[in-house]
């Protein structure tokens, strides 16, 4: 790897921080990036995932003020998080590598359309929010039902994440903004630990069990924590729109990649 390459996959790194911290779809940056430079889909995919957890971790530092009352939550869905993770890694690292590029060809494209939605998706959580109103006899009925329904979703979200991940904070937001009664940036906060722990927990699991590209994992890892900060501190200036067009174009050069190339 020359500087030029080294640069631009630093270059990555700071852009996904960023990216995760506010939308939740980093990896569609750096993953094509490592395709560009010739690795090869499933270590392209496991040294992202790795060198992305430290700006998943500076995320949530970032949101700290937001995450203020939410810890005994946060530590019931982690244990649910952890587990869906172990099997998404499972599923990749047992999966034939030949099945990868066709499935995260797709994956991609979904993450793509996830990223698109997500303002009429937080629009419609406000809305469901301002609208619920549990009679007090079944309030308890409720919340459990309410606590089960989100407990499976973040375990198949979580699941998703293990095995590849882009836009998977979209898809956590979409859930806990759907069945807690929180502001959006307290949801976003909760995002980011749980996107967390589903990263760090697939890290593991892909050092002990996969071929890691450590020079690559290294400078993603640089970028992606200066990045995170940023995001967090920075990230609500930018235009949302303009942020979201980018993402989804480099998400479809990407797909387009895996399938025809």
């Known amino acids: 790897m020359g500087p030029p390459e080294a640069l631009a996959i630093l270059g990555a790194g700071l852009a996904a921080g960023a990216v995760n911290a506010v939308v939740g779809s980093g990896s569609l940056i750096t993953f094509p990036t490592l395709l560009a430079f010739s690795y090869p889909p499933v270590v392209a995919n496991v040294s992202n995932n790795v060198g992305l957890v430290s700006g998943n971790v500076s995320g949530a530092v970032g949101y700290r003020r937001e995450l203020a009352g939410q810890g005994a939550r946060l530590r019931r869905l982690a244990v649910i998080a952890a587990a869906g993770s172990v099997a998404g890694a499972a599923a990749l690292l047992s999966l034939p590598s030949s099945s990868f590029k066709p499935i995260v060809a797709v994956l991609i494209l979904i993450s793509c359309v996830l990223v698109l939605v997500q303002p009429w998706l937080s629009s419609r959580i406000v809305a469901r929010r301002e609208q619920r109103t549990e009679p007090n006899g079944n309030k308890a009925q409720g919340q459990e039902k309410t606590s089960v329904m989100l407990g499976a979703g973040v375990f198949a979200s979580a699941a998703y994440g293990g095995y590849f991940g882009a836009a998977q904070g979209v898809l956590v937001i979409g859930l806990l903004g759907t069945f807690l009664d929180e502001g959006l940036q307290r949801v976003n906060a909760a995002k980011n630990v749980l996107v967390a722990v589903v990263n760090g927990t697939a890290a593991v699991v ?43 174009i480099i998400g479809v050069i990407s797909a387009v990649k895996l399938i025809f190339f």
């Open 206 to 248: 892909y050092i002990i069990f996969a071929h890691v590209a450590w020079l690559a994992v290294l400078l993603i890892a640089v970028g992606s924590t200066a990045g995170g900060f940023l995001g967090a501190r920075y990230g609500r200036r930018l235009p949302p729109l303009a942020l979201r067009i980018f993402v989804v």
